[in-house]
Each structure stands twice: as structure tokens, then as C-alpha cells.
């Protein structure tokens, strides 16, 4: 029964982490360079050391053109630099956070293509 349970949470925790390290497409890959070209307003490249992750629309917010994004459980405020200003070519909202010695801060945000 243990070894059960721990092979489903060792399969669950691979799927886990490669759906969240795997921000590109990997069945599209005529978007990969679109990915690798994506920049923050300020000229900062969006995949420097991250990969994207896709947020669920229940999971983002926008309010009077500010956003925040819901990740780890807890919402954080989008700075406005982080916001991509270029369409979304992938479709589903995406957002590259940072850990900082436990404190989440957003690289790039890009809203999904139906906002």
C-alpha cells in the first residue's frame, strides 16, 4: 500500500513539475523563438533563467489595467514594467515568477489572448 502511494505522488509530482517547467509549448515549436524574444517594456528578456507558467483564468485578475496573479496560494501584485505589451501568440495567460528567499516577485506577465 506504501509503495502505491508513493509511486502515485512520485508520478504526480513528476507531471507537476513538468507541466510548470515546460512554459513553452513543446507541441508548437514554431513559437519557440517568439518565447526567447519576449521582453519586458524595459528591454529585460522574459526567459532568462524561467521558464513560463500558465495560470487558469480564476487565477488572475485585472482591475483598471493593473494585474495580479494568484501563485503558491497567494496573490501577487503585477508590476507594471513586468507587463508584455505584444499580443499573446500562445493563448493562455502566462507569467514568470521569482522566488526571492521566499518571496514571490513576477519577472513578465502576459495576459491571455481573450483579455
Given amino acids: 500500500m506504501k509503495q502505491a502511494l508513493l509511486a502515485f505522488v512520485l508520478g504526480f509530482s513528476l507531471v507537476y513539475v513538468i507541466h510548470t517547467a515546460w512554459g513553452h509549448d513543446h507541441n508548437r515549436p514554431e513559437l519557440d523563438k517568439w518565447f526567447q524574444e519576449l521582453r519586458r517594456p524595459n528591454g529585460v528578456s522574459c526567459c532568462e533563467g524561467s521558464e513560463a507558467k500558465h ?6 485578475d485585472s482591475d483598471n489595467g493593473h494585474y495580479k496573479v494568484r501563485l503558491d496560494g497567494q496573490w501577487v501584485e503585477v508590476p507594471d514594467e513586468a507587463v508584455v505589451k505584444e499580443p499573446n501568440l500562445a493563448g493562455p495567460t502566462l507569467v514568470w515568477p521569482r522566488n526571492n528567499n521566499g518571496r514571490i516577485y513576477i519577472l513578465c506577465f502576459l495576459p491571455g489572448s481573450m483579455t
Fill in 55 to 60: 495560470v487558469e483564468d480564476a487565477d488572475w
